[in-house]
């Protein structure tokens, strides 16, 4: 039979009941509290259910929790919605038993997410909880002590964010680069699943019980270790080099408008909260050596096209650098060459600037070229130009070596 694709969240296990009851006296107590209605006993409570079942796991298909998909045969699903109610029975049937025990909120609320931990499906567990919700609601037990159970179930969420390493999930997610990564959220779920096996730090009493062998505390350098590992992942798998070959100048300049803030964000909290700065220096060199290679690959296209547009240029000249500074910038103006890029304060990068001129004009002031190719800003005053720069049609045509490009734009100017 043909699988259908549902959400995983763990393999799931076979629970041990902790009950010490037998068969009639559980079958007693669920029949008392109404809940034989939720028993899989017929093809149409099947069907009630697997309706459920899959309407739930499209809701999951409208975001990316983290999770994986498994195709489940039709009989695998049933069999998964049998182990939802068994676990359900179990919990209720447990939570009665237990209602009076001195300990009984981190009792039963214990044994509550040992049961869910059990089921493999995402549909699985929210039909869990629903269920349980319901029972509640409902005064399940004793009034009192419902309303504080199903307040744990309407604010797990709460409780995990009330964990004593929660912090580190949130000093992680203040630094993690999203804009930069074109993402909007990340998930982490094993985070979340440990906070929540691992109250105060210690493993869940019976999930100790049925695997021994489980580490019993939670520290937070494990916590570190998992969110560096994703944090390397995803940094891991944005390729800057595509977006660059992509050839998209828009998208360029928001990834490094992007980095460039993010970066100056993480700087100012480093100044303000420095104990917080666990995950920053992976970050930010991350962001320069990105930052860095989009630079270098401009590098890169601006000399092969100054190359190969313009192979008739003379290697020497005695031709003052200024008139190179108005040529490189008419290149500029044409399409044939790139602008140097300003850094981060604005200023345009000197020794790269005169390092080009060195070998791309030999001979010149490269002090010269850098001077004039940064304060000729204004391309557009031709007059100004054609003031400043004594027959400069003349020896730009010269050191263009004739570019029919050059020659055009030149007509424009007076002179």
């Known amino acids: 039979m043909t699988g259908t694709a549902v959400y995983i969240k763990s393999n799931g296990f076979n629970p041990k009941s902790f009950l010490n009851l037998s068969k009639e006296e559980q079958f007693d107590i669920l029949c008392d509290n109404g809940l034989m209605g939720n028993t899989v006993s017929d093809k149409e409570t099947e069907k009630k259910w697997k309706d459920i079942f899959f309407e739930i796991n499209e809701d999951f298909d409208n975001d990316n929790f983290g999770y994986t998909t ?5 009989n695998e699903v049933t069999e998964e919605l049998y182990k939802v109610i068994k676990c359900v029975n179990y919990s209720v049937l447990f939570s009665i038993v237990n209602i009076d025990q001195k300990d009984w909120l981190h009792r039963i609320t214990e044994y509550m997410v040992y049961m869910e ?20 609601e409902e005064d399940g037990v004793v ?24 912090d580190e999930v949130h000093v992680f997610t203040e630094s993690f680069p999203f804009k930069p990564l074109g993402i909007e959220k990340y998930h982490i779920p094993e ?8 109250p105060q730090g210690k493993l869940n009493r019976y999930i100790l019980e049925r695997f ?9 350098e494990r916590i570190k270790a998992i969110l560096y590992g994703h944090l390397e992942i995803a940094l891991g798998k944005f390729k800057a080099e595509e977006l660059w070959e992509n050839g998209d100048s828009e998208a360029i300049m928001k990834f490094l408008t992007d980095c460039t803030i993010h970066e100056s964000k993480i700087t100012e909290r480093e100044i303000m909260r420095p104990e917080d700065a666990e995950y920053n220096k992976v970050i930010k060199q991350w962001l320069h050596s990105q930052v860095k290679l989009i630079h270098k690959l401009n590098e890169i296209k601006r000399f092969k096209l100054n190359h190969s547009t313009n192979t008739n ?9 200024k008139y190179y500074a108005l040529y490189y910038h008419m290149l500029i103006k044409t399409g044939k060459a790139e602008p140097f890029q300003r850094n981060e304060n604005d200023k345009l990068p000197k020794s790269e600037i005169m390092t080009f001129a060195e070998n791309r004009f030999p001979g010149i002031s490269t002090q010269q070229f850098y001077n004039h190719y940064r304060d000729l800003d204004d391309m557009d005053n031709k007059t100004m130009i054609a003031r400043s720069y004594a027959n400069f049609k003349k020896i730009v045509t010269e050191i263009s070596g004739n570019d029919v490009d050059i020659l ?3 007509k424009e100017y007076p002179g």
């Open 70 to 74: 498994c195709n489940l045969t039709d």
């Open 117 to 136: 931990r059990s089921i493999a499906t995402l549909s699985g567990t929210v039909i869990y909880w629903r269920i349980l919700k319901d029972f509640f």
């Open 143 to 166: 009034r009192s002590k419902s309303k504080q159970l199903l307040q744990y179930i309407l604010k797990r969420d709460e409780v995990i964010c009330h964990h004593t390493f929660y």
């Open 191 to 198: 985070i979340i699943s440990l906070l929540e096996l691992y």
């Open 212 to 220: 021994p062998t489980i580490e019993k505390t939670l520290s937070r």
């Open 313 to 321: 240029e003379p290697k020497t000249t005695g031709h003052h650098a």
């Open 408 to 410: 055009h734009l030149l």
